[in-house]
């Protein structure tokens, strides 16, 4: 690789989501000349807070408040045109420059109302089965992208487009059908869908692949930015309480059409506890007051759904999986200020079976059995962090539970995130 050649930087949620990505990627984004999305669509609520002002993203990357940072919607991205242009006009409103620094891949795979209907009737049908989806359409439109059958972006110029869709939901209702699922107004969300094509068409569409691989022959930096987190990725996750996308590093090369070779590192975001939304294991999670209490003192409640999120401790098993997956170089801890206070902070570093086994990988059966983790108890710390902006600053019982988790999982944590805030960001040495 020449010296004048760019790279990417790939940042992704280790966790079961929410780790605080968008916060995380916009505070990087100085550093880069390109923010992509990879995979994943609206089912993800990026935070994103400056000056007092919280914003969410869900398809639009996090760079898009710097003025001078391309955004690109990649290939492996699912898009609702409906959603995504309300989420351009409030990001526009807010005072992003969407019209200049948004670019989405022709190839990018559509969301058609008829696919939200299949995700509720779907979750429906399978009633205390269910994945706990975000209903946006997610499953149903990467299932009609690897059966051949989906629209994608480009499509919307082809003057063919209106038949094609046409077509697409004749076979999306007679699904509904078998699903005697009724509740809908279809006549509405065709309405409000086909307006929201001519808004997005004055958009920049393009051939991502040429797009980003002629920026990096330029030599620009990219930052991929991952959504969701490594445990719902489609292979890895906890099958099937998962998303439908590979969310750990692999799914940057081919939701962008780039290389490894370009990749030049890999940043692991994890919450300095654990969370999850919708359905599926969750070995360390808390349903006492600490849970409680975790969950008040975080603000855990979905972006995108607004559903209360489960809360636990920190999960080392799945963590060193999700390191190992992605091939983590450095660690990003977030949302250490939330555990200020804790008499104790706990870390599970194993999980106990129902035959009382210890193991320490995760298991194929980790859905159908029941496992609960073994726990590692440290001292906690009282001092509020939030207004801590040196590594310096830290209090003891803080830096040697940083220092602990480092040699734990062998990854150095470079920045500690003490606040939503793009200021309450700490980079160590
Ligand atoms: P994402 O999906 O990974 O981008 O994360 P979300 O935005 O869904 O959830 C993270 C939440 O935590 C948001 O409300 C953020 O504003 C907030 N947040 C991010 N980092 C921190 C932090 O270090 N401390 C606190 N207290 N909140 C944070
Ligand atoms: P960000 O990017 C947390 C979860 C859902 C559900 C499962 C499948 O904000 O971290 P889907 O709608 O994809 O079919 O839902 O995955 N889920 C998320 N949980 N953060 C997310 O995104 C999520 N996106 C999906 O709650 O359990
Ligand atoms: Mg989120």
């Given at each position: 690789?020449?010296?004048?050649?760019?790279?990417?930087?790939?940042?992704?949620?280790?966790q079961w989501g929410d780790?605080?990505?968008?916060?995380?990627?916009?505070?990087?984004?100085?550093?880069?000349?390109?923010?992509?999305?990879?995979?994943?669509?609206?089912?993800?609520?990026?935070?994103?807070?400056?000056?007092?002002?919280?914003?969410?993203?869900?398809?639009?990357?996090?760079?898009?408040?710097?003025?001078?940072?391309?955004?690109?919607?990649?290939?492996?991205?699912?898009?609702?045109?409906?959603?995504?242009?309300?989420?351009?006009?409030?990001?526009?409103?807010?005072?992003?420059?969407?019209?200049?620094?948004?670019?989405?891949?022709?190839?990018?795979?559509?969301?058609?109302?008829?696919?939200?209907?299949?995700?509720?009737?779907?979750?429906?049908?399978?009633?205390?089965?269910?994945?706990?989806?975000?209903?946006?359409?997610?499953?149903?439109?990467?299932?009609?992208?690897?059966?051949?059958?989906?629209?994608?972006?480009?499509?919307?110029?082809?003057?063919?487009?209106?038949?094609?869709?046409?077509?697409?939901?004749?076979?999306?209702?007679?699904?509904?059908?078998?699903?005697?699922?009724?509740?809908?107004?279809?006549?509405?969300?065709?309405?409000?869908?086909?307006?929201?094509?001519?808004?997005?068409?004055?958009?920049?569409?393009?051939?991502?692949?040429?797009?980003?691989?002629?920026?990096?022959?330029?030599?620009?930096?990219?930052?991929?930015?991952?959504?969701?987190?490594?445990m719902l990725?489609?292979?890895?996750?906890?099958?099937?309480?998962?998303?439908?996308?590979?969310?750990?590093?692999?799914?940057?090369?081919?939701?962008?059409?780039?290389?490894?070779?370009?990749?030049?590192?890999?940043?692991?975001?994890?919450?300095?506890?654990c969370t999850r939304v919708g359905s599926g294991?969750f070995?360390?999670e808390?349903?006492?007051?600490?849970?409680?209490?975790?969950?008040?003192?975080?603000?855990?409640?979905?972006?995108?759904?607004?559903?209360?999120r489960r809360c636990g401790?920190?999960?080392?098993?799945?963590?060193?999986?999700?390191?190992?997956?992605?091939?983590?170089?450095?660690?990003?801890?977030?949302?250490?200020?939330?555990?200020?206070?804790?008499?104790?902070?706990?870390?599970?570093?194993?999980?106990?079976?129902?035959?009382?086994?210890?193991?320490?990988?995760?298991?194929?059966?980790?859905?159908?059995?029941?496992?609960?983790?073994?726990?590692?108890?440290?001292?906690?710390?009282?001092?509020?962090?939030?207004?801590?902006?040196?590594?310096?600053?830290?209090?003891?019982?803080?830096?040697?539970?940083?220092?602990?988790?480092?040699?734990?999982?062998?990854?150095?944590?470079?920045?500690?995130?003490?606040?939503?805030?793009?200021?309450?960001?700490?980079?160590?040495?």
């Open positions: 690789m020449s010296n004048t050649q760019g790279y990417v930087d790939v940042v992704l949620g280790l780790e605080g990505k968008g916060k995380i990627a916009d505070f990087l984004t100085p550093n880069y000349d390109v923010v992509a999305r990879f995979q994943g669509g609206p089912n993800a609520g990026h935070s994103l807070e400056m000056n007092g002002i919280k914003h969410v993203l869900n398809t639009i990357p996090s760079g898009i408040f710097h003025e001078n940072c391309i955004n690109l919607i990649g290939n492996g991205v699912v898009m609702d045109p409906v959603r995504l242009m309300e989420e351009i006009k409030r990001t526009e409103v807010a005072g992003a420059n969407v019209k200049k620094n948004l670019f989405i891949s022709r190839k990018a795979n559509i969301i058609l109302p008829t696919h939200k209907l299949l995700d509720a009737a779907s979750e429906k049908d399978k009633g205390d089965q269910k994945i706990g989806s975000t209903l946006r359409g997610i499953g149903p439109t990467y299932r009609d992208k690897y059966g051949r059958s989906g629209i994608r972006a480009g499509d919307m110029f082809d003057p063919n487009f209106t038949e094609k869709y046409a077509e697409t939901i004749k076979r999306h209702l007679a699904l509904i059908q078998h699903y005697d699922f009724t509740e809908f107004d279809l006549e509405s969300l065709e309405n409000e869908f086909f307006q929201a094509i001519e808004e997005l068409k004055t958009y920049q569409f393009v051939d991502s692949e040429y797009f980003i691989n002629d920026l990096i022959h330029q030599g620009k930096r990219i930052l991929a930015e991952g959504a969701q987190g490594s990725d489609i292979d890895f996750g906890s099958y099937p309480f998962v998303t439908s996308s590979n969310t750990i590093s692999g799914g940057m090369t081919v939701g962008l059409g780039v290389a490894p070779k370009h990749v030049r590192s890999v940043k692991g975001i994890f919450k300095a506890y294991p070995p360390s808390l349903f006492d007051q600490t849970g409680e209490d975790l969950r008040v003192k975080g603000h855990e409640f979905g972006a995108t759904t607004g559903r209360p401790w920190l999960d080392l098993v799945a963590l060193k999986y999700a390191v190992m997956l992605s091939g983590v170089d450095e660690l990003i801890m977030m949302k250490s200020d939330v555990l200020s206070g804790f008499e104790k902070v706990c870390v599970g570093t194993g999980y106990i079976n129902a035959k009382g086994e210890h193991v320490s990988t995760i298991p194929f059966d980790f859905v159908s059995a029941e496992f609960e983790s073994a726990y590692t108890e440290h001292e906690g710390w009282s001092e509020d962090l939030t207004t801590v902006r040196a590594e310096s600053e830290f209090p003891s019982t803080f830096k040697s539970y940083i220092d602990w988790l480092e040699k734990e999982v062998g990854v150095p944590i470079k920045v500690v995130s003490l606040g939503p805030d793009r200021v309450q960001t700490v980079v160590r040495n």
